[in-house]
């Protein structure tokens, strides 16, 4: 949880005044850090800055058309870079700061590099719950591109050893914040004028966003891709991934789930939400593993489990 005093390695720094502004500095300069957020870690970046969203890009190995979720420290900075009509402030109002990514059309003037936006005209903007990241964002005056800090399609990083191991020599500064809360990426709900479409679930759940709008989401069938995590692969270990496996094979590391005991397990007691933070913690432990393939057990689809599913259908998809 924030606060962790641990380090990984002289990339590491301790979640404190000290390490926030000197990440601040470096964010400044046109230099990345990575930053927990109460979801994943994040590999963030000035979004203004065309040449420090270029190493982001570079980084990650990301491709070019996938846009990046901007972070914001409230609502009225989120009103600088997008056109937030009516029902995007009542989610807005109902879910930030949080978990909520929301898709909006630009304004004019929006500041941010090109890149970011991948040459839509709409941004993904989120105003993060994390304490840390928040520092961030009022210390450096910064709006931040953040993706996940991790090679693009491979699995989240929620803790700062999966930053470490998945960058390797090319990971930044790291601000160490300890586990994730959420453990996984924020719902993305684009806005169709009056309508919502769920781009992403994540832990803001189909019924959460009914409650609050008073309408189910339409399903609009576009090309494009408008947001992080719609690539048909992603999330993905270096192993084959089987799904709604009740039982292991001989050359499977199990994931577990409710009463299928697994190897590990993402909840005992069937807590889709402990199961939730503890996804792609296992996936690493599972992908780090002597055998060379992955089962994981059957979890419901209901309220987060949708995006538990989501997240292993397409880590699935890999090879």
């Known amino acids: 949880m924030p606060g962790s005093n641990d380090h990984i390695?002289?990339?590491?720094?301790?979640?404190?005044?000290?390490?926030?502004?000197?990440?601040?500095?470096?964010l400044r300069s046109g230099g990345l850090v990575a930053v927990p957020t109460e979801t994943v870690y994040g590999l963030?970046?000035?979004?203004t800055n065309a040449s420090a969203i270029a190493?982001?890009?570079?980084?990650?190995?990301?491709?070019?058309?996938?846009?990046?979720?901007?972070?914001v420290p409230s609502t009225e900075a989120a009103g600088e870079l997008g056109l937030l009509n009516g029902l995007a402030n009542k989610l807005a109002k109902d879910f930030w700061p949080g978990p909520l990514t929301l898709v909006v059309p630009k304004t004019p003037d929006c500041p941010v590099a090109p890149a970011v936006t991948a040459g839509l005209d709409t941004i993904a903007l989120r105003c993060p719950a994390h304490p840390l990241m928040q520092k961030l964002l009022n210390i450096s005056g910064l709006f931040l591109a953040a993706p996940s800090a991790n090679k693009s399609g491979g699995i989240s990083p929620t803790k700062p050893q999966h930053v470490e191991h998945s960058l390797g020599k090319a990971a930044p500064m790291i601000l160490n914040g300890g586990p994730c809360e959420s453990g996984i990426e924020s719902t993305i709900v684009a806005i169709r004028g009056d309508d919502y479409q769920i781009l992403r679930p994540g832990p803001v759940t189909s019924d959460q966003l009914q409650a609050s709008t008073?309408?189910?989401a339409v399903n609009h069938q576009g090309e494009k891709i408008e947001a992080p995590g719609q690539l048909a692969s992603h999330y993905a270990p270096n192993k084959s991934v089987r799904l709604d496996a009740t039982q292991a094979g001989p050359d499977d590391y199990h994931i577990g789930f409710g009463d299928i005991a697994g190897d590990t397990n993402l909840s005992v007691n069937g807590d889709l939400a402990e199961a939730a933070a503890n996804?792609?913690?296992?996936?690493?432990?599972?992908d780090a593993s002597d055998r060379p393939l992955i089962a994981v057990a059957p979890v419901p689809s209901t309220g987060i489990g949708a995006a538990i599913n989501d997240r292993l259908n397409r880590a699935a998809q890999k090879g």
């Not at 963030?44 to 979004?47: C, F």
């Not at 190493?55 to 972070?71: E, Q, W």
Request: charged fraction near 25%.
């Open 9 to 26: 390695d002289d990339n590491a720094r301790r979640y404190g005044t000290q390490a926030i502004s000197a990440a601040a500095e470096r």
């Open 44 to 47: 963030a970046a000035d979004s």
């Open 55 to 71: 190493d982001i890009y570079r980084t990650k190995g990301r491709p070019d058309f996938n846009p990046l979720i901007v972070h």
């Open 214 to 216: 008073g309408k189910t």
């Open 279 to 286: 996804l792609f913690a296992a996936l690493h432990v599972a």
